[in-house]
């Protein structure tokens, strides 16, 4: 039915030529931009309640003393649930290892909370399919369990700020809330996130429509196909500076994947685009001391590296 | 009446600032705002920013921010 639409706009009330570069290119963007706020908006506000049901109160009682692995993957859920951004990230993470969620067990949730979004995997699943999103989704988790795991038996305590293990956190109460107010969360939550994203949505689909309708396919296939042994490599190092910024760089690299980019470098860059940026390391070097915070972007950009190479060799 | 903002400066927290001023405005009450950025002094409070302190007790945590009306509601709790 979007399709229709999009067709009727395009081809038949502005009457642009279907096999014509701006027509292609102005049909993909109608099509797509509806198909995403469609999903962004029945999505993020299903997310949105079943957060309302996790604040980081609670998630930080369920983590408190659990063992390695078991926490590990309860964390690494959990972090897809609970509300995270990066400024929260200092108080989230005082007030977990302060109330005994072990470091390893910390680390799984601060790397799956922001790579596992509802955000990523909405505009995966609408640009990609489902099975991608699902993919990444997966591979994230997995992904947050054992870079938990290694940090974990790194022993690195030493390696957190002093005053961090002195501190003394009010036990907040997890305050009840009635059904009828998480569903007026739910829709603060999703009204406020459009409002941010819409711009970085309509502005990375008109990027993609344009690559979509103009940028050779040879030009990508050389540098980003699956035969250039470094572009797992590159894309990881050039989704750093793109922090969080799934809504807008997934329809750009969506229309590049249409012109022979590699699936496992495109798992990659995203995963890098989410979990690793410079402001997150800049706020977290207020809890960690560098050694640590060098192996936990290290551990974290690795494994995202193997992701890549996997994901090419297999899809 | 005291009022602290506790957040460590991002732009949801600053948002939060600006609607604690209006609701004192619009309330017409006399009341002092503190934005509140010290780690240290925030956790004593909650570890959900932006967080809202009215006469030492935390009315509200985390994101989203309540609307005008409710955080008039909040502050006038206290009042």
Same mark, same amino acid.
């Given at each position: 039915?979007?399709?229709?639409?999009?067709?009727?706009?395009?081809?038949?009330?502005?009457? %642009?030529?279907?096999? *014509? $570069?701006?027509?292609?290119?102005?049909?993909? #963007?109608?099509?797509?931009?509806?198909?995403?706020?469609? =999903?962004?908006?029945?999505?993020? @506000?299903?997310?949105?309640?079943?957060?309302? $049901?996790?604040?980081?109160?609670?998630?930080?009682?369920? %983590?408190? $003393?659990?063992?390695v692995f078991?926490g590990n993957v309860?964390a690494s =859920?959990?972090?897809?649930?609970?509300? #995270?951004?990066?400024?929260?990230?200092?108080?989230?993470?005082?007030? @977990?290892?302060?109330?005994?969620?072990p470091l390893g067990v910390t680390f799984s949730f601060l790397i799956s909370? &922001?790579?596992?979004?509802?955000?990523?995997?909405?505009?995966?699943?609408?640009? +990609? *399919?489902?099975?991608?999103?699902?993919?990444?989704?997966?591979?994230?988790?997995?992904l947050a369990i054992s870079s938990g795991i290694v940090i974990g038996r790194?022993?690195? /305590?030493?390696?957190?700020?002093?005053?961090?293990?002195?501190?003394?956190?009010?036990?907040?109460?997890?305050?009840?809330?009635?059904?009828? /107010?998480?569903?007026?969360?739910?829709? *603060?939550?999703?009204?406020? =996130?459009?409002?941010?994203?819409?711009?970085?949505?309509?502005? *990375?689909?008109?990027?993609?429509? +344009?690559? $979509?309708?103009?940028?050779?396919?040879?030009?990508?296939?050389?540098?980003?196909?699956?035969?250039?042994?470094?572009?797992? +490599?590159?894309?990881?190092?050039?989704?750093?500076?793109?922090?969080?910024?799934?809504?807008?760089?997934? &329809?750009?690299?969506?229309?590049?994947?249409?012109?022979?980019?590699?699936?496992?470098?495109? %798992?990659?860059?995203?995963?890098?685009?989410?979990?690793?940026?410079?402001? /997150?390391?800049?706020?977290?070097?207020?809890?960690?001391?560098? &050694? =640590?915070?060098?192996?936990? @972007?290290?551990i974290?950009?690795?494994?995202?590296?193997?992701?890549?190479?996997? @994901?090419?060799?297999?899809? | 009446?005291?009022?602290?903002? !506790?957040?460590?400066?991002?732009?949801?927290?600053?948002?939060?600032?600006? !609607?604690?001023?209006?609701?004192?405005?619009?309330?017409?009450?006399?009341?002092?705002?503190?934005?509140?950025?010290?780690?240290?002094?925030?956790?004593?409070?909650?570890?959900?920013?932006?967080? !809202?302190?009215?006469?030492?007790?935390?009315?509200?945590?985390?994101?989203? !921010?309540?609307?005008?009306?409710?955080?008039?509601?909040?502050?006038?709790?206290?009042?």
């Amino acid at each position: 039915m979007l399709k229709q639409f999009a067709d009727y706009v395009t081809y038949t009330l502005l009457k %642009l030529e279907p096999a *014509g $570069h701006i027509g292609d290119a102005l049909n993909f #963007f109608i099509y797509d931009t509806l198909k995403i706020f469609l =999903l962004l908006t029945t999505i993020v @506000f299903a997310v949105a309640v079943i957060r309302a $049901h996790f604040p980081p109160e609670k998630t930080r009682k369920i %983590l408190s $003393h659990k063992k390695v692995f078991i926490g590990n993957v309860m964390a690494s =859920l959990l972090g897809i649930v609970t509300p #995270f951004c990066s400024c929260s990230a200092v108080p989230l993470f005082i007030g @977990f290892v302060e109330s005994g969620v072990p470091l390893g067990v910390t680390f799984s949730f601060l790397i799956s909370s &922001p790579m596992v979004n509802e955000v990523a995997l909405v505009m995966l699943w609408g640009l +990609f *399919g489902w099975k991608i999103a699902l993919i990444y989704a997966v591979t994230g988790v997995v992904l947050a369990i054992s870079s938990g795991i290694v940090i974990g038996r790194l022993r690195m /305590e030493r390696y957190v700020q002093d005053y961090v293990w002195e501190m003394k956190v009010a036990d907040t109460d997890i305050v009840k809330t009635a059904f009828r /107010e998480k569903i007026a969360y739910a829709r *603060g939550y999703t009204s406020e =996130l459009l409002r941010k994203l819409w711009p970085y949505v309509v502005a *990375g689909i008109g990027v993609g429509a +344009f690559v $979509h309708g103009y940028v050779p396919t040879d030009f990508v296939v050389r540098y980003a196909g699956r035969d250039n042994p470094f572009a797992v +490599f590159a894309a990881v190092l050039m989704g750093i500076p793109l922090y969080s910024n799934a809504a807008g760089t997934i &329809p750009i690299v969506q229309a590049l994947v249409g012109k022979g980019m590699a699936m496992g470098t495109v %798992l990659a860059f995203m995963m890098s685009v989410t979990a690793i940026s410079l402001p /997150e390391a800049v706020i977290l070097k207020n809890v960690l001391k560098t &050694p =640590l915070l060098v192996t936990f @972007f290290g551990i974290v950009g690795i494994g995202i590296v193997i992701v890549g190479y996997l @994901f090419n060799a297999i899809l | 009446m005291e009022i602290k903002v !506790l957040g460590p400066g991002c732009a949801t927290c600053h948002k939060m600032e600006e !609607l604690a001023q209006q609701a004192v405005k619009e309330l017409n009450i006399d009341a002092k705002i503190e934005k509140v950025g010290d780690i240290r002094e925030i956790m004593k409070y909650t570890m959900s920013t932006p967080g !809202l302190v009215v006469n030492g007790k935390l009315k509200h945590s985390g994101k989203p !921010l309540p609307g005008i009306d409710k955080l008039k509601e909040l502050i006038e709790s206290e009042a």
